[in-house]
């Protein structure tokens, strides 16, 4: 038997058995040793955050405070262990006013075989402010210039020209203004943008809103553009009855003004009529010259346009003669007499109808219709044969009533009649 065994070397194996067996049990106690384990960065969830907002307040500081978290536990529990295990919460439901805060958290774990031996940091700390309303203005930047051809017609208006915003106390503090930027360069046309704004500081930077809140993060930007072009003036000359069309000619100083509007205004604008000049008020006013207010269309503007047009007439191709018609040229009317014994005529016309004139042409004479006694001077009418010539001017003439004699009977007797048989 103790051949056999030393034969096949027995007694060897069972020893290296035996050694494998104990070094077996060691290496399995050794992994249920306690361990310690720390997981870092764990995050903090908030509880209570709807109280503490109803009571007009919220966290601005330390609600992103991250935690480590150190557990104890056999090596074989750890090995399941993971940080999205924990779960570290504070509540701020019992806050009663804004401040800072040191406060308690709890953390839990649902892993077996594991405590929590310790936490860092031992409190969270917390920044608590007010919630507020503010109103900031809103000021816009105009980057650029329109194409050429093309310019700004005033300002740009904001829609609306302050903005509400929400949000803790100190931060609305540090906040003065609502900034817009506007390129213009591309616009062709007026245009209505939705812009975005950034809240600025009183030193012109940014401001940190990240824990403000508003309406509306945007407001409507109109900007105006116009496109430019150029437009005649125009006037409508009222001449005499009679009077033949290019004996007067005018000119207009501008000639044109420079005007902007929107395209589709301007298309429609072919000139600008200043309005229309009665020839004959000129002639009795003795000008040749007169002004007339540019007033620009609706819709219309101008960077160079006069408040006012002068217009300058050319009358050197117009005849004008004065003639004295008698009173041989008046007009018997019964129970009137002419007091006056000749009148000035002026007449205007081509300069040879007016040379040929003389005083035999014209006839004066006047409408009696309810004159009374004595002296009267009274509105003259005078007509010439010529009706491609002009009369200017209003004349007058005095006239005096007289008494007519009564008319005589005829003194042819009445045929008597024969007697009766």
């Known amino acids: 038997m103790m051949e056999w065994m030393r034969k096949h070397d027995i007694l060897t194996r069972l020893l290296s058995l035996m050694a494998a067996i104990m070094l077996w049990l060691y290496v399995v106690e050794s992994r249920n040793e306690d361990v310690v384990q720390t997981y870092k960065n764990i995050g903090v969830q908030i509880q209570g955050l709807d109280v503490l907002r109803d009571n007009g307040m919220t966290i601005i500081e330390g609600a992103d405070t991250k935690v480590n978290v150190t557990v104890v536990g056999k090596r074989d529990a750890l090995l399941n262990v993971r940080q999205d295990k924990f779960l570290a919460t504070v509540d701020v439901s019992n806050i009663p ?25 031992r409190l969270i700390t917390l920044k ?8 900031v203005p809103v000021r816009l930047k105009i980057i650029g210039q329109p194409p050429e051809g093309y310019s700004l017609a005033g300002d740009c208006l904001c829609n609306p020209t302050a903005v509400e915003i929400q949000g ?13 930027e506007v390129d213009v360069s591309e616009l062709r046309q007026t ?19 990240s824990r ?36 007067v000619s005018y000119v207009i100083e501008p000639s044109s003004v420079e005007i902007r509007g929107d395209s589709d205004t301007l298309a429609a604008v072919n000139s600008i009529q200043l309005g229309s000049v009665n020839l004959m008020a000129l002639l009795e006013q003795e000008m040749d010259q007169t002004t007339m207010p540019l007033i620009l269309p609706n ?11 002068v217009i300058r007439f050319d009358l050197s191709r117009l005849g004008d003669k004065t003639i004295r018609v008698p009173s041989a040229q008046f007009t018997d009317q019964s129970g009137f007499v002419y007091i006056t014994e000749e009148l000035d005529v002026r007449v205007v016309g081509t300069e040879q109808a007016v040379a040929e004139l003389d005083a035999q042409d014209f006839t004066v004479s006047f409408d009696p219709q309810g004159l009374g006694d004595g002296q009267t001077s009274i509105t003259a009418s005078v007509s010439c044969v010529d009706k491609s010539v002009t009369i200017v001017g209003r004349y007058q003439v ?15 007797p009445e045929p008597e009649e024969p007697p009766e048989e």
């Not at 005095?398 to 004699?405: G, I, R």
Request: charged residues 25%.
């Open 299 to 309: 819709g219309l503007t101008s960077d160079s346009a006069p408040s006012e047009a």
């Open 212 to 247: 403000t809140t508003s309406e509306d993060p945007a407001v409507d930007v109109t900007t105006p553009i116009h496109k430019a072009g150029s437009a005649p003036l125009v006037l409508d000359l009222i001449l005499p009855d009679g009077l033949p069309e290019g004996l």
């Open 191 to 209: 245009s209505t943008q939705r812009v975005a704004y950034t809240l600025m500081t009183a030193e012109d930077q940014p401001a940190d809103a």
């Open 128 to 135: 608590i402010d007010r919630m507020t309303n503010k109103s």
């Open 97 to 121: 006013s804004p401040g800072d805060y040191n406060l308690q958290y709890t953390v839990s774990s649902n892993t077996e075989g594991a405590r929590i031996s310790d936490k860092n940091p």
């Open 168 to 180: 803790p106390e100190a931060d609305l503090e540090k906040i003065e203004y609502a900034y817009v």
């Open 398 to 412: 005095t006239v005096e009533s007289v008494e007519t004699e009564p008319e005589e009977p005829d003194p042819t």
